[in-house]
């Protein structure tokens, strides 16, 4: 069981208020994750939960019981942390081993649970092995492997990827979204990156300022944005946003289009533009358009190749029924 | 960035240490304010009563107090120089490539090991004394006459001393600094066209701030209060008397505890001043 | 990364940096030196360098005339003991101000830092009357106390820098994982901190075992240590160079040796984890 409930939780550091009261709940056995820009309080929101920070006021419940003053280690949570905090001093067996040792689980349980950690985790021929012996990756893995171990109501996890390189990453992210498939526990992820939020995530949460912008899944940040920050800050290539003239024709302050939701024509279109830098991946490519007005450089995607260059004319057309609209608030006009 | 739990825990770990420290300076402190306003002679019939700022006046306007002020900053200003100006030199030396360079930094810490009282005595006796030292041999040896060290060059005789028993910390503590340099930035300087004097000058100098720093304020807080070497050297004679010096003599050589504590105070008020100045640039430097 | 220095370049560095090397240490090879001749060659016009006859009876002497064993064992008590109570009571404090720093610590660690400033002449006689009072005059106890405290700034400052390079993060990770307050210190954090506790502890056993002041003013038979033994040298009868020499080089051989086995641990406390 892994339900965590906040109700109208709120964190100062002195006098500066970093998280404004707020409300969530995270279902048991979701994948949930906190994303926004860095200090956005995404990072301090894990930390509350986690225990490792006092909440100036309101209440945590962890399954339905108050947890708000209890000390972390009693929470039931695990948690893994962006520089995996594993203990050098000791053998990776050691460090896994290490959180049942305080619980006092039974030696022959302990070992049970580290075979099956190490070999879920590809660790059983590391297992003497000091962390300074290992590759990031492998780190990253003993962190989850200590946390595993634990049988927690749920992980935590705190930019746990941010130290690997790109390719890594992208594997590692595979292997903890199976894992959560195969555990069916309660997750959550804090990330600065939306596209890990998009791929994992049952539900994202963004945030910006210590302010929850949005709640929902990743599909539905991407077709319902409900500002123009999560709009921005949803999606790659990010949402063109337009002001001025062009919105509004279309009754708004701001309209914004996604890279991949406009027409490219050589010959005829709503807007004309020239192409500064073209970007030919093979799979698609990427054009870099100034002229647009209200919006420069506009960002286009187009499936497959096209042999265009920097200083060719091009024509752009948004669909019209894939368009945004913002008011002045920035907030989402239906 | 703790929770109230670890913070009332870490003010509880960190009372032992901070209530001894406080017993440690109010209690004696407190006593020592306490006699210096009394004439107090412990030999001669004890505790005369009260005499109010008598032993402050007196401490100051006698013909020693000035002189010794002035002898304690030379020393602690001539052994800074020596040491920071020749571990930088030492320290650029030793971090060049050679040969055998862990048994050279052997040799030039082993100074720092060596107990106050024994250096300055081989000092005093084998090197500086005029008859059989063996910079009297030298002196000879070259035809000139031997220096009466610790009587007629008595002050440069004990700043050498010093000097070369806190040389090995300051060229050690550089050292360290002077490794931790980034070579890419002395790379970058030299791709742009710097010179050699010029990279010192411009980055390896200004890259060592925080290091002299440290140097300055470790080796002022022990200078401040050098004893054995002038207890074992001069006893204080030939102008070599410190403020730590003064007061001793007065409380144990004449046994005035009044007139000693006075002269306490006053040497608690200089090292305050120092202080002061001191932790400004280290508080700086921590934040870092 | 590093190009080659040409041969020449380096044979130069080489003989400058020893020859600076054997200057600094040249005053103590000579006091070795010294140790082992008899008096006469001593003072020996010109100087002897190695051609003399070596002999033990300078050692002999001095054994003879003082008791040595009680000199070095109340040194060792002093040093070590100061030492080892000093630390037992930074931890905890150091660990505080590394990992739940507040607005107030770094005038904590400053404050403390400055009551090592206080000279000590300051406070001689206050202290000299407590220790009557309290009947510890001239004992190892109160020496070990006063060298405790007189150290203590340094040790807790030298602990904090240490901490401070530990991440908060793998103590978090600790307390996260059920560890409670002593276990988080027990296991985690004095293991990781290993390295640093034994330079803290190398550099303030020889801070104590060399600290001259107080030994000297506040023992006289019972619990003197080395640097009291070493004094009673300067006296007159002790002009002579030879077994000056021996008992010189008795009172800074063990801590010259602790000094050279143990050389990269107190590289790094010699500073005082301020300097990376």
Known sequence: MGQIKLNKVSKSFGETEVIPPLDLTIEDGEFTVFVGPSGCGKSTLLRLIAGLEDITSGVIEIDGLDATNVPPAKRGLAMVFQSYALYPHMSVRKNIAFPMKMAGVPADEQARRITAAAEALNLTDYLDRRPGQLSGGQRQRVAIGRAIVREPAAFLFDEPLSNLDAALRVGMRLEISEMHKRLATTMIYVTHDQVEAMTMADKIVVLRAGVIEQVGTPLELYHTPCNEFVAGFIGSPQMNLLKGDEAARHGATTIGIRPEHTDVSQTEGTWKGVVGVAEHLGSDTFLHVHGVPGCDPMTVRVDGELPVRHGDTIYLTPQLDKLHKFDTQGLRID | MATQHSRSAARLMMAPAVVLLLGWMLVPLTMTLYFSFKKYLPLRGGDLGWVGFDNYVRFVTSSA???????????????????????????????????????????????????????????????????????????????????????????TSIIMIVSWQWLPFATLILLTAIQSLDSEQLEAAEMDGAPSTKRFAFITLPHLGRAITVVILIQTIFLLSIFAEIFVTTGGAFGTKTLTYLIFQRVLESQNVGLGSAGGVYAIILANIVAIFLMRIVGKNLDA | MARTVTQKRKIINTAAAWSVGLLIFFPILWTILTSFKTEAQAIADPPLFLGFDWTLENYAAVMERSNYGRFLWNSIVIAGGSTILGIIIAVPAAWSMAFVPSKRTKDILLWMLSTKMLPAVGVLYPIYLL?????????????????????????????????????????????????????????????????????????????????????????????????????????????????????????????????????????SGLTFGAVK
């Open chain 2, 65 to 155: 107090f000035w002189p010794s002020v002035l002898t304690t900053l030379t020393i602690v200003g001539g052994v800074l120089a020596i040491t920071v100006i020749l571990g930088i030199l030492l320290a650029v030396l030793l971090n060049q490539p050679m040969w055998g360079q862990g048994v050279v930094r052997i040799l030039v810490i082993a100074p720092f090991f060596v107990m106050p009282t024994v250096s300055a005595l081989v000092w005093k006796n084998m090197f500086m004394d005029p008859n059989y030292g063996l910079l009297a041999y030298l002196w000879e040896f070259f035809g000139a006459e031997p220096v009466q060290w610790l009587s007629q060059a008595s002050l």
């Open chain 3, 131 to 267: 220790f009557i009072r309290l009947g510890i005059l001239d004992t190892k106890i109160g020496l070990v106390i006063v060298l405790m405290l007189i150290n203590l700034p340094i040790i807790v400052w030298m602990l904090y820098t240490y901490f401070k390079e530990i991440p908060g993060e793998i103590l978090e990770a600790a307390r996260m994982d059920g560890a409670t307050l002593k276990e988080e210190v027990l296991y985690v954090l004095t293991p990781m901190a290993i390295p640093g506790i034994a330079s803290t502890l190398l550099l303030n056993v020889i801070l104590a075992w060399n600290e001259a002041f107080w030994t000297l003013n506040l023992t006289a038979a019972k619990a003197a240590p080395l640097t009291a033994f070493i004094a009673s040298y300067s006296s007159p009868e002790g002009l002579f160079y030879a077994k000056l020499s021996a008992a010189s080089t008795m009172a800074i051989a063990p801590i010259l040796i602790l000094g050279w086995f143990s050389q990269k641990q107190l590289v």
